[in-house]
């Protein structure tokens, strides 16, 4: 099926194919076209996560052309994914850890780490083009305004782009060539999903990050998994996804209400996670604020700002900090710079991963004071600390992207991208977080809120109990019992 041309029935302009097209042309002839090689897929150990999730990855293209290995062909599940900023890594995480804990053997199929491939070159490509956008947008008002709200709000939003998406997906098809075709998929980016429907796959589920409606996520000929009951309208008639057309809406069947896609370590102990955070507060220890930057390493001048409206309070004993940098060492630099004697009051957990989840383990009924400051070189130890530092934490200080759906009491600062809003929006709605607050007044008013009003931290952690009674934090389960299902 000709996937650029006609979507969910929506038939597309000949400009807008001739478009897609060239824009594969283009990849083809930078990258390489790769299709006629028979890459090698094998089932290996991840030496990071795999003791925690019961994670296994599989390698592309380490061993001879053609070979396949290693697969359990009923109990195993391909979470694919890419690198695009953590968010994307964050959300197979917890596809991995609730197929994990349904009895199924969740395969790690990273769509950006085959570096031979022209796959993983074409999404590099692009990786590097948003991550060099979401930065500039935060230095640069007038280019955050005229170029990245925009694209990330409305161009992201069209069919058209959609169409160009699923022509350069089809350069990524060589990666799935011996990956054995009946193993469910679950991509938590469209790329993997795309590429997966075009190789032939034949049961995938698109996990979609994001509540804002936008084509960029469509794979036509999966099964699209939504978070809220406000993206499944959205998606479900294709909204403004052509201007104000009245599009063909997506079949029934293509489309699924989940809830949130949460790891099954933090759902399991939502109850009593929310009962220590309560205690913590009306005994007078000291809060626990848990600072996460994300991929593209922005956002600096907030936390800065942030940091030194809470060093009082550190210092006194009111409060206490966890700030994961990630990756992104240099950000320490920067902070040292930017707050003055930061040095003296905090302890450095820097690539000693079992240091960082002795810390975690210990702090979910030990006490913490101080700043600790966590960073790690390796993606999947960069990523999951926050999700280790998450059950400890009090409060979580981020931008409403893929953690607004997290089940901690969030304070959220400003988005990167229009997109980005509406999770913050859902956040508040349900009661789990907090406004966005769009500049540094305003996050520091709500940062005051947390410490000194009595009511504000225990009626989130209230909510966040009571929307797990209704099975709102289910969606990672729910999305493994679909992609299995479909081989049924």
């Known amino acids: 099926m000709e996937r650029s041309k006609v979507i969910f029935g929506n038939v597309q302009p000949g400009s807008v194919y001739r478009k897609a097209v060239n824009s594969k042309k ?10 006629a090689r028979n890459y090698s897929a ?9 003791d925690l999730l019961g994670v296994k990855n599989i390698a592309v293209g380490d061993a001879s052309d053609g070979t396949s290995e ?34 199924y053997v969740p395969y790690w199929m990273d769509l950006n780490s085959y570096k031979d491939t022209t796959c993983t070159k074409v999404i590099s490509a692009q990786n590097d083009l948003y991550s060099m956008g979401s930065r500039l947008s935060q230095k640069f008002k007038l280019f955050n305004k005229i170029v990245w709200e925009p694209l990330n709000y409305e161009g992201f939003r069209k069919l058209s782009y959609n169409a160009a ?8 098809t060589p990666v799935y060539k011996n990956v054995p075709k009946d193993i469910p998929v679950v991509a938590t980016h469209v790329w993997p999903a795309q590429a997966a429907i075009h190789a032939g796959m034949r049961n995938v589920v698109n996990a979609i990050p994001d509540n804002w409606p936008m084509a960029l996520h469509f794979a036509e000929g999966s099964i ?9 309208q959205g998606y479900r008639i294709c909204n403004g996804m052509d201007g104000d057309k009245v599009l063909n809406p997506m079949p029934s069947g293509s489309l699924k209400y989940v809830g949130h896609y949460i790891d099954h370590e933090l759902v399991a102990n939502i109850e009593d996670d929310c009962a220590r955070r309560i205690a913590r507060k009306e005994s007078g220890k000291p809060m626990r604020f848990l600072l996460t930057i994300g991929g593209a390493g922005a956002q600096k001048e907030i936390f800065a700002a942030i940091i030194k409206d809470l060093m009082p309070d550190i210092k006194n004993g009111k409060a206490a900090l966890y700030v994961n940098i990630g990756d992104y060492k240099n950000v320490w630099e920067d902070l040292k710079k930017m707050v003055p004697g930061i040095e003296a009051v ?15 383990e210990d702090a979910i009924e030990g006490d913490v004071n101080g700043i600790h400051l966590f960073c790690h070189e390796n993606i999947f130890e960069a990523v999951y600390a926050t999700n280790l530092l998450m059950r400890s934490c009090d409060v979580l200080v981020t931008k409403p992207s893929e953690l607004a759906f997290y089940p901690v009491p969030k304070l959220f600062i400003r988005r990167i991208g229009g997109h980005e809003q509406w999770g913050a929006i859902h956040s508040a709605e ?19 809120l947390f410490i000194d009003d009595d009511t504000f931290l225990s009626d989130m952690c209230g909510n966040i109990i009571r929307n797990k009674s209704l ?8 999305v493994v019992k679909t992609a299995m299902g479909m081989k049924k």
């Open 26 to 35: 283009k990849y083809a002839k930078k990258f390489g076209d790769d299709s």
């Open 42 to 50: 094998r089932v290996i150990e991840n030496e990071y996560i795999g």
């Open 70 to 103: 290693g697969f359990d062909n009923e109990k195993g599940i391909i979470v694919g994914n890419i690198r695009m900023g953590f968010g994307h890594y964050r959300i197979s995480m917890a596809i991995a850890s609730a197929a994990n804990a349904l009895g």
């Open 165 to 172: 998406d699923q022509k350069n997906a089809e350069l990524m």
């Open 224 to 232: 699209h998994t939504v978070q809220t009951h406000y993206a499944y």
């Open 346 to 360: 905090a302890k450095t957990h820097f690539n000693d991963w079992n240091g960082t989840r002795k810390f975690c």
């Open 430 to 448: 349900i009661g789990d977080g907090t406004l966005e607050c769009r500049d540094i007044p305003h996050t520091l008013q709500m940062l005051r």
């Open 471 to 478: 099975g709102i934090y289910d969606g990672a389960y729910e």
